[in-house]
């Protein structure tokens, strides 16, 4: 890598830094540090949730799934969308009804303590291994265009994550986020002109895309095998969509933040629409990198996009696309140390001892963050050391691995909505019967495409809760 890309990506580590240091001042309850003291604009946390859910596996999967295919993905996001104006209308409103430090303390006033602490562990479990997978995306193409190997790769922008996550919170995550999004996006732009330069400009682009049939977006056939399509797409992904942001603290967490109800359903709507357009533009990267003959079938695909910038990008933008990648990871990364510390920090320990003072629950909630931090990027190492660098882009093993609890998830609180009969009890059989089952499937290798996963684990979580309902009705207190 030529020093002045060096030069480029320090100095957006630097700036990293200097932003999330700078807006961390004068924290001092675990308010402050959790929920930005419940004071972020709404444009901030709409660019918040976008650099949050996309990640690094935005910028180096997407093309390449493109690259490989079509642009039936695309059909997940429009799903996206449905599902949050979904939960913009039933599921926001009750996490703005007195004062709920977690996406999982709405399940206690209903289900009872055991059942807020299963549904909270399980996001703990899972957001885990999820983001693990996202660190490891992300510490690809900067081991590729250092000479590095992945796993230093990997620990150097887990370090630097972390020390701007530990001092800042939420706040520092939040505006770090806006920065960061801006500087993919930035990159992604320049990624697709270059491409599509090669290729003989936008216009030649399309026109062999459109010959080669691979500028079809809608697939209409009904099939819960085939991975993308209208019907999976609409269905899975609103499903998918409604779990993840309206019962997964990474991103509850930014819409408690809001100043208000309404702060909150424009942050979430809002992003439903950038993360399309988002989506279209890394798709077309793909699609450009295959009509300028830079998709090898040889190729691990999520190396696809990391070797077009080092073979074909000039000194400096090879940086930019760097830091780029970089942000969309630490976006995720950073994001998913808050909300789990979060949920430790009230959904357990506050839970199990008592304490409540604000100004003891900020030392637990950085202590907690410091150990997050630890095991992610252990996770990430590990994955690199037993899955990686395989054919199938690691954004569908990641979704697949949250797909799998989230269905358990969304069941429960629509169970929350149910008759009186349904309680704790059979809320925590039910979750437990979702997930289990679910795992298996996604271990055995089942003919199931990812997206129908939700709504399959949310079916067997109502089934086995209303079914627990009706045998041994719940009675007062059982709870």
């Known amino acids: 890598m030529a020093t002045l890309d060096l030069a480029v990506i320090a100095l957006y580590f630097c700036l990293t830094l200097g932003v999330g240091l700078w807006v961390s001042r004068r924290q001092q309850t675990a308010g402050d540090y959790f929920l930005g003291a419940r004071d972020l604009p709404a444009w901030a946390i709409l660019l918040s949730i976008v650099a949050t859910e996309t990640s690094a596996l935005t910028v180096i999967s997407i093309p390449a799934v493109a690259a490989r295919g ?235 996009f990391p070797r077009f910038v080092v073979n074909h990008f000039p000194h400096g933008l090879s940086g930019l696309i760097v830091a780029a990648v970089l942000a969309a990871s630490m976006a995720t990364h950073s994001s998913a140390i808050s909300a789990l510390a979060s949920s430790v920090t009230h959904d357990f320990y506050a839970s199990a001892t008592g304490r409540r003072d604000p100004a003891h629950l900020l030392k637990v909630g950085k202590l907690a963050s410091l150990v997050w931090g630890v095991l992610i990027t252990v996770v990430a190492l590990v994955f690199h050391a037993t899955a990686g660098g395989g054919q199938t882009p690691v954004v569908v093993f990641a979704l697949s691995i949250a797909s799998i609890t989230y269905g358990a998830l969304l069941g429960a609180y629509l169970l929350a909505a149910a008759p009186a009969r349904i309680g704790g009890p059979h809320v925590l059989l039910a979750v437990a019967a979702s997930v289990a089952v679910m795992l298996t499937l996604f271990l055995a290798k089942a003919p199931l495409a990812w997206p129908w996963y939700v709504p399959a684990g949310a079916l067997i979580t109502l089934v086995v809760g209303f079914a627990g309902g009706a045998v041994r009705p719940h009675r007062e207190g059982v709870a």
Do not use: C, N
């Not at 992604?188 to 080669?212: D, E, K, N, R």
């Not at 399509?229 to 899975?236: A, E, I, S, Y």
């Open 70 to 304: 079509d642009l039936t993905f695309l059909q997940l996001p429009l799903g996206y969308l449905i599902g949050r104006l979904a939960v913009s209308v039933w599921l926001l409103p009750g996490y703005f009804r007195g004062e709920q430090d977690t996406a999982y303390a709405r399940l206690e006033h209903r289900f009872g303590t055991p059942t807020r602490r299963l549904t909270s562990g399980i996001f703990l479990v899972t957001r885990a291994l999820a983001d693990g997978v996202r660190v490891y995306a992300g510490a690809i193409p900067l081991a590729v265009l250092a000479g590095w190997d992945v796993a230093p790769a990997i620990v150097v922008m887990s370090l630097i994550t972390l020390v701007y996550t530990w001092h800042g919170g939420l706040k520092a995550v939040v505006w770090v986020d806006v920065m960061q999004l801006m500087v993919y996006v930035a990159g992604g732009v320049v990624a697709f002109w270059i491409a599509a330069g090669m290729a003989g400009g936008p216009a030649a682009v399309l026109s062999q895309a459109a010959a080669a049939g691979k500028l079809r977006w809608i697939d209409p056939a009904i099939s819960f095998t085939a991975t993308y399509t209208l019907l999976g797409g609409v269905v899975g992904g609103a499903m998918l969509s409604a779990a993840s942001h309206g019962t997964d603290h990474l991103i509850v967490q930014r819409l408690l933040a809001s100043r208000g109800l309404a702060a909150a359903r424009f942050a979430l709507v809002g992003s439903g629409v950038v993360v399309f357009i988002q989506f279209t533009l890394f798709l077309l990267i793909g699609i450009a990198m295959w009509a300028a003959g830079q998709a090898p079938t040889d190729l691990p695909a999520d190396q696809l």
